[in-house]
């Protein structure tokens, strides 16, 4: 059988790196880096800890805000069940009909749902979609006071709550 001679250049290169030890710089630079950002998020977490509350959403009236009504029709075959009728909770008007694709719509809406199931809210759900002064759009449930600000989900998560506002453009 024929046996390749042994590279003697290649040993000489894998044990050098071997015999190398990692170069203390690059530990102490390492250690300073974690230690820092450690100081820092503490130290920011403090400074927010000991800060005054500023006035909060709740606290102030919205500028627009309207009560919906949501009924799932169950006529669909997919996991989600079916188109979903949308009322203006107030005056009874249908605003829309979803698809049951509306993944986004339904998502917001299984989670509040849950929250008031935990609870153990049997009432009908009627939730909120109001528009803030600092111009955030929130979709919450006054029984649990649970609220979701739509914003964090992009522009067109966000968008396809805005068609039942009277005033979209109020929420942009």
Do not use: C
């Amino acid at each position: 059988m024929w046996a390749a001679a042994p590279d003697r250049e290649g040993d000489n290169a894998m044990r050098s790196l071997n015999d190398h030890s990692f170069p203390p710089s690059a530990l102490v630079g390492a250690g300073l880096l974690v230690f820092t950002t450690v100081v820092g998020v503490g130290i920011h977490q403090l400074k927010n800890h000991f800060q005054p509350p500023t006035a909060a959403a709740s606290d102030a009236a919205p500028i627009e805000a309207r009560q919906l009504r949501f009924i799932d029709v169950n006529d669909g075959l997919g996991a989600y069940g079916g188109h979903v009728r949308v009322f203006d909770a107030r005056t009874g008007i249908e605003l829309a009909q979803l698809a049951e694709n509306e993944g986004f719509i339904r998502t917001v809406l299984n989670g509040l749902t849950f929250e008031r199931t935990k609870r153990g809210i049997r009432a009908e759900p009627v939730f909120e979609l109001a528009v803030w002064p600092d111009n955030k759009l929130t979709f919450g449930d006054p029984a649990t006071g649970a609220r979701v600000n739509l914003g964090q989900y992009g522009a067109r998560n966000k968008s396809v709550f805005l068609h039942f506002l009277d005033h979209p453009e109020a929420g942009r």
